[in-house]
């Protein structure tokens, strides 16, 4: 019953913020079959903070049956963003049996907004347990959906000294002669966000691959960097 409520509040409040002007070009922006509320994605944060608090769920199970139901019942696009942002509540922090409902959301959700909102929750997977989810994320890079591909390679994303150096090089090593736009621009994002912690490295990859690398991967990739790879 908890997390039934929990749900009820997360629409009817999500309802009560549509801007159907809005709704219109998020839409069209998003090139997405779902329509939209026209809400915008700090809103969407804001009502699923507020009603996770007063409704919190009791338990990981419940959590997790929340997040599906929203998920899969979902009408609205930003439906889709409110299970994504319930995962994100510290009951789920670290929590590997949470890695069977990330995966059924990159692959349903198959579209940049849906999958890079779980990047950081991999992340958190990844420091917590290195061991378990090292091999998941290389097995990720090579699996014929290119979102969940596309989901390796973010992983890593603003873990700064703790990104695993081999880990971030095989994910992207295994993903150089896809010609898909959205793993070559994430090749690059994730270069380009660890040039921030050592330019050194990224500069030598960079360099090392050149002529693997897509043009966008390598102009992702150096952006704020000396481009003399």
Partial sequence: MGHAELISAIRSRLQAAA????????QAYMKSEMPSLGVRVPEVRRIVKAAAKELPPGSLAELQ??????WR?????????AAIDLTGLRLAAGELDMLPLYEEIIRGGAWWDLVDGLSRRLGE???????????VLLRWSTDPDFWIRRASITAQLGAGSATD??????VIEANLADSEFFIRKAI???LRDFSAT??????????????????LSRREALRKLAADA
């Fill in 125 to 135: 997977l990844l420091r917590t347990h290195r061991e378990d989810m090292s091999p």
């Fill in 165 to 170: 150096r081999a880990l971030l090089a095989g």
């Fill in 19 to 26: 801007d159907p002007v809005r709704a219109a070009g998020a």
């Fill in 65 to 70: 049956s929340a997040v599906l139901e929203l």
């Fill in 198 to 215: 050592d330019p050194e490295w990224v500069r030598a990859f960079v360099r090392q691959h050149w002529k693997q690398l897509s043009p």
């Fill in 188 to 190: 690059g994002w994730a």
């Fill in 73 to 81: 019942g979902a009408q609205w696009r930003e439906e889709r963003y």
